[in-house]
C-alpha cells in the first residue's frame, strides 16, 4: 500500500489504469493501480510505444527514478533498447 506496484518506490506516485483509458478501460477500482512516475512512463511507452510517448520526456522520466538499481531489473523493462542503456 502506498507505493509503487512494480518497484515498491513512494516517490512521485501515480494513479495509473492497467487497461489504458485510450483503449477501452475503465476508472473502476480493479483497473486501477499505483505505480511511481517512472514505472507509469514505462508502462505507457510498452503500450503506445516510444515515438507516441516521446524519446526525449521518456528518457528525462526514467532518470529521474529514485530507485536505479531495481529499475535496471524492472519487470517492465522498455523493449526500446537505447533507453534500457542510458
Not at 46 to 61: D, H, I, P, W, Y
Not at 64 to 70: E, K, M, Q, T
Request: aromatic fraction near 4%; proline fraction near 7%; glycine fraction near 6%.
Amino acid at each position: 500500500r502506498n507505493k509503487c506496484e512494480n518497484c515498491h518506490s513512494v516517490y512521485a506516485l501515480e494513479i495509473d489504469h492497467r487497461i489504458p483509458r485510450a483503449l477501452g478501460g475503465t476508472n473502476d477500482a480493479p483497473n486501477l493501480r499505483l505505480l511511481c512516475r517512472s514505472c507509469n512512463q514505462r508502462a505507457a511507452i510498452q503500450v503506445f510505444g516510444l515515438r507516441k510517448m516521446g524519446n526525449n520526456g521518456a528518457r528525462q522520466e526514467l532518470a529521474r527514478c529514485p530507485l536505479p538499481d531495481r529499475i535496471t531489473n524492472h519487470p517492465l523493462r522498455l523493449r526500446e533498447p537505447s533507453l534500457n542503456n542510458w
